[in-house]
Each structure stands twice: as structure tokens, then as C-alpha cells.
């Protein structure tokens, strides 16, 4: 799994079936056992994503807590279903089970870290805030 990690940061935020296959060669182990791995845990990425993957949780107590309405916003702002990126690139709409933080429903992920307590407001500041970090950067 570490390695997958490497792999995935290395080429491109995903992992198409030759990066996998290098693995395998780099673990000697078949290349169906990284398959297996990387497509049953959502942290890998199977298809290009986006600059900024918003990775949101849909497991019982965030859905409890509005997940469901914070990912159909999510959708209606960028105009992407789940699985999607925006056409200029910059966002991919992923839901995923549990990322362990119950606590702080409904959440994400977007990098490295968790956003908590989602509302429509604070997905509009995220937004933003992602789109004034690409234009700082141009």
C-alpha cells in the first residue's frame, strides 16, 4: 500500500494499469494482487482526478448529518456528478465510506486534510479558496 502511495504521487494523482504493473514488478508479486488492492480502497485514484478531489464521506453518520445534500450542492456548484472533474481541470467530486472522523460529520477530505461540519457555506469558502490558490500561483 506505501508504495501504491508513491506510485500514485509520482505519476499523476492515479494509477493506470502500467504504473500498477511496475509495482508488481518492483513487490515481484502478480500484477492482479496491486489490481485488487488499488481498486478496493477509494484512496487510490483509477482515472485522472482533478487538482483539488474532493473525497466525500457518505457512510451512515455523515449521511445522518447531510452528507447526502453536501454532495448534491457539490454537484450542482461545479456542475460534475460524483466521479467527475470539472472541464478546466481544477476539481473531481469522489464519495467514499468512512474516513474516520464520526466526530465532525458531514466531512471530507481534500488533500491532506479533513474538512469538517460541511454546510453549503463552508464548501463555497472551500471553492473559493482552491480557485484563489490557482490564480496566486499563475
Known amino acids: 500500500m506505501p508504495v501504491l502511495h508513491l506510485a ?17 514488478t518492483l513487490l515481484n508479486i502478480e500484477p492482479i494482487e496491486v489490481y485488487e488492492v488499488a481498486s478496493f480502497y477509494s484512496m487510490y485514484n483509477l482515472k485522472p482526478v482533478g487538482k483539488y478531489l474532493f473525497e466525500v464521506c457518505q457512510t451512515g453518520p455523515c449521511m445522518l448529518n447531510g452528507s447526502d ?9 461545479l456542475k460534475i456528478n460524483a466521479g467527475e472533474t470539472t472541464a478546466d481541470g481544477l476539481f473531481t467530486l469522489k464519495t467514499v465510506e468512512c474516513l474516520g472522523a464520526c ?17 453549503k457555506e463552508k464548501v463555497d469558502a472551500i471553492i473559493e479558496e482552491c480557485r484563489n490558490a490557482v490564480a496566486i500561483k499563475n
Open 69 to 77: 445534500q453536501i454532495i448534491d450542492y457539490i454537484k450542482e456548484k
Open 103 to 119: 466526530g465532525y460529520a458531514p466531512m471530507m477530505q481534500l488533500g491532506k486534510n479533513y474538512r469538517e461540519h460541511l454546510t
Open 8 to 24: 500514485q504521487d509520482e505519476f499523476g494523482g492515479w494509477l493506470d494499469v502500467p504504473v500498477m504493473d511496475y509495482v508488481a
